[in-house]
């Protein structure tokens, strides 16, 4: 069984410059949510997504977004890129929300 | 919102000792337990996890126990081994509303295991 997959794998962008990142959960999981990982910080959830809709955002600028589409790949935005937006973007999915969450390897980024 | 506190942040043992890990959450609405491994360049990975209405739960050299009265959860490593070295996150949920997806994670715990 295909665990989560997240492309691309590292990422290196400029300050002011957008990105997306991209996630294919594990197949017939519906919920799929979105975290940063910082050594500063931790792990910080950044929303979740269930049958392409969100319903759930966690404490982060508006910069920060996503969709869902049919299929239930994900895919989260970040525009206007920060130095301070350099971590680790961890993918999630779970067969029903709340429990069982799956974690991919991460898309590291780097913004410079 | 809910808060969980993880201790101790790093944690050395000898190969064949047990290491113990604790965390306590804020939110007496959380009810699902779940820990992590996470090794160096993967992601997080689910080791075990425990529902509110269970109050132990193992798996071969791991267990977890749940006191939701006092909000404090464990995860116990028996007869470690130098390949369970790695960060161990513990994290809290709640179902449904604006805890959807969400899990609120520990700091983490650095743990080595010395052969």
């Known amino acids: 069984k295909a665990g989560v997959t997240q492309t691309p794998r590292y990422l290196i962008k400029t300050r002011g410059q957008q990105v997306t990142l991209s996630c294919s959960p594990i197949?017939?999981?519906?919920?799929v949510s979105w975290y940063q990982q910082t050594p500063g910080q931790g792990l910080q959830f950044l929303f979740e997504?269930?049958?392409?809709?969100?319903?759930n955002k966690g404490n982060f600028p508006g910069r920060f977004s996503g969709r869902q589409f049919s299929n239930s790949r994900s895919e989260m935005n970040v525009s206007t890129l920060e130095l301070g937006d350099s971590a680790l973007y961890l993918c999630a999915s779970s067969p029903a929300s709340n429990y069982g969450y799956t974690f991919g390897s991460g898309t590291r980024l780097t913004v410079v | 919102g809910e808060n969980v506190e993880q201790h101790p942040s790093t944690l050395s043992v000898q190969e064949g000792d047990s290491a113990v890990i604790k965390c306590t959450y804020s939110d007496s609405a959380s009810n699902y337990f779940p820990w992590y491994k996470q090794e160096l360049g993967k992601g997080p990975q689910l080791i075990i996890d425990?529902?509110?209405?269970?109050g132990e739960k193992k798996d071969q050299r791991i267990a977890v126990t749940l006191n939701k009265t006092a909000k404090h959860f464990s995860l116990h490593i028996t007869e470690t081994q130098p390949e369970d070295s790695a960060v161990y996150f513990c994290a809290a949920s709640s179902a449904g509303g604006t805890s959807y997806g969400k899990l609120t994670f520990g700091q983490g715990t650095i743990l080595t295991v010395h052969p």
């Open positions: 997504y269930f049958s392409e809709t969100q319903r």
């Open positions: 197949s017939g999981h519906r919920s």
């Open positions: 425990i529902r509110s209405n269970v």
